[in-house]
């Protein structure tokens, strides 16, 4: 009998949990995210977006806590597709942000091993321009002739424009990372919350 009531307990608090966080963000209205072009990894049909600011410590926080729990169980098993839409706002942070977009133009895995890089290693806020390049070098794994040669044509700052118009649309004041699972902002969440919900939305897309 007690068992079963800790079952009935734990189904009713899912279901309570899951529907809270429905409400929370259909009040908040849902925000249709433009995706396409940006760095991505799965190939599922929930789609998990994330603003982040690469000199953001709550960004490299979520890298080392909540994304590998998601990779795990989502990205890795083709349940869900995640994307990064990069941001520049923080002092210092073009320069990264810059090299992490020259870094997708060889390709998205580029991109993830740049970051991962940056988030493992960190950087000094005084790294040099040419200190940076070096990093990204290292971190993407291009050679360091052809990273070069795009950095110094490629021009990131349209798109890093639009990366930060888009975060404003979708969250009003901008706080990184911002994280949005099928546009419903889930930014505060707990990863406990956070994969409830993302469980129900695998569910509902009719992926086992």
């Given at each position: 009998m007690r068992k079963l009531l800790?079952?009935?307990?734990?189904?009713?608090?899912?279901?309570?949990?899951?529907y809270y966080l429905e409400y929370r963000s259909q009040g908040s209205?849902?925000?249709?995210?433009?995706?396409?072009?940006?760095p991505a990894q799965g190939t599922g049909n929930v789609?998990?977006?994330?603003?982040?600011?690469?000199?953001?410590?709550?960004c490299r926080?979520?890298?080392?806590?909540?994304?590998?729990?998601?990779?795990?169980?989502?990205?890795d098993t083709g349940k869900v597709r995640y994307v990064v839409i990069p941001l520049a706002f923080l002092p210092g942070s073009k320069e990264l942000a810059h090299g992490a977009l020259v870094a997708q133009t060889f390709g998205d895995a580029y991109f993830f091993?740049?970051?991962?890089?940056?988030?493992?290693?960190?950087?000094?806020q005084n790294d040099s321009t040419e200190t940076l390049l070096?990093?990204?070098?290292?971190?993407?794994?291009?050679?360091?002739?052809?990273?070069?040669?795009?950095?110094?044509?490629?021009?990131?700052?349209?798109?890093?424009e639009s990366n930060f118009q888009?975060?404003?649309?979708?969250?009003?004041?901008?706080?990184?990372?911002?994280?949005f699972v099928e546009g419903a902002d889930l930014s505060e969440?707990?990863?406990?919350?956070?994969?409830?919900?993302?469980?129900?939305?695998?569910?509902e897309s009719g992926h086992e």
């Open positions: 800790v079952i009935i307990t734990m189904f009713v608090t899912s279901y309570i949990v899951y209205v849902k925000v249709s995210l433009v995706t396409e072009g940006h789609s998990i977006v994330t603003f982040q600011d690469l000199r953001c410590s709550g926080y979520f890298y080392h806590h909540t994304y590998p729990k998601l990779k795990k169980r989502y990205i091993a740049y970051i991962e890089f940056l988030y493992e290693n960190g950087h000094r070096q990093k990204a070098v290292m971190a993407s794994g291009v050679p360091k002739d052809a990273f070069q040669k795009r950095a110094a044509l490629f021009d990131s700052e349209k798109g890093l888009q975060a404003k649309q979708a969250m009003g004041q901008i706080a990184t990372p911002g994280i969440a707990s990863l406990r919350d956070m994969i409830r919900y993302i469980d129900r939305k695998v569910w």
